[in-house]
Protein backbone atom coordinates (compact mmCIF):
# COMPACT_ATOMS: atom_id res chain seq x y z
CA UNK A 1 0.00 0.00 0.00
CA UNK A 2 3.04 2.65 1.03
CA UNK A 3 4.72 1.60 -2.38
CA UNK A 4 1.61 2.25 -4.44
CA UNK A 5 1.32 5.31 -2.51
CA UNK A 6 4.66 6.60 -3.03
CA UNK A 7 4.37 5.92 -7.08
CA UNK A 8 1.44 8.24 -7.04
CA UNK A 9 2.72 10.55 -5.04
CA UNK A 10 6.14 10.60 -7.07
CA UNK A 11 4.14 10.59 -10.64
CA UNK A 12 2.81 13.77 -8.99
CA UNK A 13 5.36 15.83 -7.74
CA UNK A 14 8.54 15.13 -9.85
CA UNK A 15 8.01 17.36 -12.76
CA UNK A 16 7.48 20.17 -10.59
CA UNK A 17 9.76 19.73 -7.89
CA UNK A 18 12.62 17.47 -9.33
CA UNK A 19 13.71 14.32 -8.56
CA UNK A 20 15.64 14.89 -5.59
CA UNK A 21 13.30 17.18 -3.98
CA UNK A 22 10.13 15.12 -5.02
CA UNK A 23 12.01 11.85 -3.03
CA UNK A 24 12.62 14.06 -0.05
CA UNK A 25 8.84 15.26 0.26
CA UNK A 26 7.55 11.86 -0.07
CA UNK A 27 9.65 10.22 2.60
CA UNK A 28 8.77 12.99 4.48
CA UNK A 29 5.28 12.32 3.83
CA UNK A 30 5.27 8.86 4.45
CA UNK A 31 7.29 9.32 7.69
CA UNK A 32 4.52 10.76 8.39
CA UNK A 33 1.06 9.62 7.01
CA UNK A 34 -1.64 8.20 9.22
CA UNK A 35 -4.24 5.01 8.10
CA UNK A 36 -7.67 6.99 8.42
CA UNK A 37 -9.81 5.25 7.11
CA UNK A 38 -9.94 1.16 5.25
CA UNK A 39 -12.81 -0.31 3.40
CA UNK A 40 -13.22 -3.27 2.48
CA UNK A 41 -15.72 -3.83 -0.64
CA UNK A 42 -16.80 -7.60 -1.90
CA UNK A 43 -16.99 -8.27 -5.83
CA UNK A 44 -18.15 -11.64 -5.73
CA UNK A 45 -16.74 -14.89 -6.65
CA UNK A 46 -14.70 -14.34 -3.53
CA UNK A 47 -12.90 -11.25 -4.47
CA UNK A 48 -12.94 -7.90 -2.84
CA UNK A 49 -10.87 -4.44 -3.47
CA UNK A 50 -9.73 -2.76 -0.49
CA UNK A 51 -9.45 0.83 -0.31
CA UNK A 52 -7.53 2.62 2.35
CA UNK A 53 -7.59 6.64 3.10
CA UNK A 54 -4.17 8.19 4.16
CA UNK A 55 -3.62 11.64 6.51
CA UNK A 56 -0.74 13.57 5.84
CA UNK A 57 0.14 16.22 7.88
CA UNK A 58 1.76 18.62 5.25
CA UNK A 59 3.47 20.91 7.82
CA UNK A 60 5.10 18.38 9.32
CA UNK A 61 6.11 16.37 6.74
CA UNK A 62 8.18 19.06 5.19
CA UNK A 63 10.47 19.49 7.82
CA UNK A 64 13.42 19.34 6.00
CA UNK A 65 12.35 21.70 3.54
CA UNK A 66 12.90 25.56 3.72
CA UNK A 67 9.48 27.20 5.31
CA UNK A 68 9.13 29.41 1.92
CA UNK A 69 9.25 26.56 -0.31
CA UNK A 70 5.64 25.40 1.65
CA UNK A 71 3.16 27.18 -0.10
CA UNK A 72 4.79 26.27 -3.30
CA UNK A 73 4.21 22.62 -2.15
CA UNK A 74 1.07 22.84 -0.63
CA UNK A 75 -0.31 24.13 -3.68
CA UNK A 76 0.60 20.86 -5.52
CA UNK A 77 -0.14 18.49 -2.99
CA UNK A 78 -4.19 20.00 -2.61
CA UNK A 79 -4.36 19.33 -6.18
CA UNK A 80 -5.98 16.46 -7.27
CA UNK A 81 -3.51 13.59 -8.54
CA UNK A 82 -4.04 12.76 -12.47
CA UNK A 83 -4.13 9.06 -12.47
CA UNK A 84 -3.79 6.85 -15.86
CA UNK A 85 -6.10 6.44 -18.01
CA UNK A 86 -7.23 3.69 -20.10
CA UNK A 87 -7.51 4.77 -23.91
CA UNK A 88 -8.13 2.66 -26.94
CA UNK A 89 -6.42 5.72 -29.20
CA UNK A 90 -4.39 8.47 -29.27
CA UNK A 91 -6.08 11.31 -26.89
CA UNK A 92 -7.62 13.95 -28.68
CA UNK A 93 -5.53 16.48 -27.23
CA UNK A 94 -2.14 14.74 -28.51
CA UNK A 95 -2.56 16.12 -31.67
CA UNK A 96 -3.13 19.06 -31.69
CA UNK A 97 -2.75 20.47 -27.83
CA UNK A 98 -5.49 22.31 -27.00
CA UNK A 99 -4.32 26.25 -26.03
CA UNK A 100 -4.85 27.52 -22.99
CA UNK A 101 -4.57 31.49 -22.53
CA UNK A 102 -1.37 32.40 -19.95
CA UNK A 103 -0.07 28.93 -20.39
CA UNK A 104 2.65 26.93 -22.44
CA UNK A 105 1.01 23.47 -23.32
CA UNK A 106 2.87 20.54 -24.69
CA UNK A 107 1.99 16.47 -25.00
CA UNK A 108 4.35 14.34 -24.16
CA UNK A 109 4.58 10.44 -25.20
CA UNK A 110 6.82 7.36 -24.49
CA UNK A 111 6.41 3.79 -25.16
CA UNK A 112 7.64 0.51 -23.58
CA UNK A 113 7.23 -3.04 -23.15
CA UNK A 114 6.16 -2.55 -19.76
CA UNK A 115 3.01 0.07 -18.50
CA UNK A 116 4.59 0.92 -15.34
CA UNK A 117 8.35 1.36 -16.97
CA UNK A 118 6.46 3.76 -19.63
CA UNK A 119 4.74 5.69 -17.24
CA UNK A 120 7.65 6.11 -14.86
CA UNK A 121 10.10 7.14 -17.75
CA UNK A 122 7.48 9.57 -19.50
CA UNK A 123 7.39 11.43 -15.51
CA UNK A 124 10.33 11.46 -15.23
CA UNK A 125 11.44 12.84 -18.43
CA UNK A 126 8.60 15.61 -18.17
CA UNK A 127 11.01 18.71 -16.67
CA UNK A 128 13.80 17.67 -18.73
CA UNK A 129 11.59 17.72 -21.96
CA UNK A 130 9.55 21.00 -20.93
CA UNK A 131 13.02 22.57 -20.39
CA UNK A 132 14.58 21.33 -23.54
CA UNK A 133 11.24 22.77 -25.83
CA UNK A 134 11.28 25.84 -23.83
CA UNK A 135 14.70 27.06 -24.07
CA UNK A 136 14.54 26.36 -27.99
CA UNK A 137 12.18 29.12 -27.89
CA UNK A 138 13.10 31.61 -25.27
CA UNK A 139 17.10 31.03 -25.96
CA UNK A 140 17.47 32.93 -29.24
CA UNK A 141 15.83 36.16 -27.64
CA UNK A 142 17.81 36.43 -24.62
CA UNK A 143 20.58 36.31 -22.55
CA UNK A 144 21.71 32.10 -22.05
CA UNK A 145 22.05 32.67 -18.49
CA UNK A 146 18.81 34.41 -17.75
CA UNK A 147 16.63 32.24 -20.29
CA UNK A 148 17.43 29.41 -17.70
CA UNK A 149 16.60 31.17 -14.96
CA UNK A 150 13.49 32.31 -16.34
CA UNK A 151 12.32 28.53 -17.45
CA UNK A 152 13.24 26.94 -14.28
CA UNK A 153 10.85 29.37 -12.44
CA UNK A 154 8.08 28.52 -15.05
CA UNK A 155 8.90 24.61 -14.61
CA UNK A 156 8.89 24.95 -10.62
CA UNK A 157 4.92 25.64 -11.19
CA UNK A 158 4.49 22.91 -13.57
CA UNK A 159 0.82 20.95 -13.56
CA UNK A 160 0.01 17.61 -15.32
CA UNK A 161 -3.08 18.17 -16.63
CA UNK A 162 -3.96 14.61 -18.76
CA UNK A 163 -2.59 11.25 -18.32
CA UNK A 164 -3.08 7.95 -20.94
CA UNK A 165 -1.77 5.05 -21.67
CA UNK A 166 -2.80 2.52 -24.88
CA UNK A 167 -1.75 -0.91 -25.55
CA UNK A 168 -0.39 -1.49 -28.90
CA UNK A 169 -1.57 -4.54 -31.16
CA UNK A 170 1.25 -6.28 -32.49
CA UNK A 171 0.77 -5.28 -36.11
CA UNK A 172 0.95 -1.72 -35.22
CA UNK A 173 3.89 -2.31 -32.96
CA UNK A 174 5.92 -3.50 -36.35
CA UNK A 175 5.91 0.08 -37.57
CA UNK A 176 6.61 2.13 -34.16
CA UNK A 177 10.55 2.47 -33.54
CA UNK A 178 11.48 -0.19 -30.43
CA UNK A 179 8.09 -1.99 -31.44
CA UNK A 180 6.89 -0.67 -27.53
CA UNK A 181 3.94 -2.66 -26.37
CA UNK A 182 2.52 0.66 -24.41
CA UNK A 183 2.41 3.93 -25.37
CA UNK A 184 1.87 6.62 -22.68
CA UNK A 185 0.95 10.22 -22.96
CA UNK A 186 0.67 13.17 -20.98
CA UNK A 187 -0.45 16.33 -20.89
CA UNK A 188 1.35 19.22 -18.92
CA UNK A 189 1.68 22.73 -18.92
CA UNK A 190 3.28 25.71 -17.82
CA UNK A 191 2.05 28.88 -16.74
CA UNK A 192 3.97 31.91 -18.26
CA UNK A 193 3.74 34.24 -15.87
CA UNK A 194 6.93 33.09 -13.48
CA UNK A 195 8.27 33.24 -16.96
CA UNK A 196 7.85 36.77 -18.21
CA UNK A 197 8.28 38.06 -14.90
CA UNK A 198 12.51 37.12 -14.54
CA UNK A 199 13.12 38.26 -18.56
CA UNK A 200 13.57 42.52 -19.33
CA UNK A 201 10.10 44.51 -20.35
CA UNK A 202 11.42 45.10 -23.50
CA UNK A 203 11.86 41.07 -24.83
CA UNK A 204 9.17 39.69 -22.57
CA UNK A 205 6.13 40.76 -25.05
CA UNK A 206 7.60 39.24 -28.07
CA UNK A 207 9.06 36.41 -25.97
CA UNK A 208 5.21 35.54 -24.89
CA UNK A 209 3.65 36.01 -28.35
CA UNK A 210 5.86 33.38 -29.74
CA UNK A 211 5.45 30.40 -26.48
CA UNK A 212 1.42 31.72 -27.05
CA UNK A 213 1.71 30.84 -30.99
CA UNK A 214 3.21 27.49 -29.98
Known amino acids: CRRDLR ?37 GNGSATLYLRWRIPIVASLSDFDPREFGRIERLLLADIVRWRQVEKAPDWVDPVPPRRGYFRCALTFGGDRREEAARTLVESTRES ?85
Open 130 to 214: LRRQLRGLVAPAVAPGLADEAIEAALDRVVTVQRAVRAIGSEERKRLYRRPKFVCYQLSEVPLAPLLAKLPPQVAPAVEVMLRQQ
Open 7 to 43: WQLFGHLRPALGHADARRAIDGMLRCAELAEAVMVEE
